[in-house]
């Protein structure tokens, strides 16, 4: 096939991403049993995935499939993709559905970080704060106030957003997901 292209570029323009945030009910089930299907997981796989997370602990990759206490949040995390998505983007969920292919929590101790990254393929991507001191939420995508908090929060963001998180003074347990 002959392809009529004289050139190619590439270039950066200034853009806003949209990124959604729930909070979730401090008794909520779903948080109550990932948090325990992570100690679960830590103790069935204690060795930490090799990855650009940089923590005391990762859980392995597709830890909803090995540790069926994450697969309520997991739903609920599907279930609020779904609700953003027809609020924010207008789309149908009879028609288009989000699925977690990939879910893993991680422990976060003082000095922990997770290099940047983006999460490629995922159409989006999800992490939920299952537990997470204050001071952390005030870098939650740089958008919480310093009082606000971010513990039992789930925030979705396109695949694209570069999500780094710095070298800390604080500690927060959460769980990841990545969406087709």
Not at 76 to 104: G, I, Q, R, T, Y
Request: glycine residues 2%; contains cysteine.
């Amino acid at each position: 096939m002959q392809v009529n292209v004289l050139s190619q570029s590439k270039f950066s323009a200034p853009t806003t991403l949209p990124i959604f945030g729930f909070q979730l009910r401090p008794d909520a089930p779903e948080l109550l049993l990932a948090r325990i299907g992570i100690e679960e997981l830590r103790k069935t796989h204690p060795t930490p995935v090799v990855s650009n997370v940089k923590s005391v602990y990762m859980s392995p990759w597709v830890s909803h499939l090995i540790n069926p206490k994450l697969g309520p949040l997991c739903r609920l995390a599907e279930s609020l993709c779904s609700e953003a998505a027809k609020m924010h983007w207008n789309v149908d969920p009879k028609v288009v559905s989000f699925k977690v292919w990939n879910c893993w929590g991680a422990i976060y101790e003082t000095a922990d970080h997770t290099v940047s990254h983006s999460h490629f393929p995922s159409d989006l991507s999800c992490v939920a704060y299952l537990e997470a001191e204050k001071k952390l939420c005030a870098h939650c995508f740089r958008q919480s106030s310093p009082g606000e908090s971010c513990s039992r929060c789930i925030y979705y963001f396109p695949k694209h957003t570069v999500s780094p998180r710095s070298k800390n003074q604080w500690k927060a347990d959460d769980c990841c997901f990545e969406y087709a």
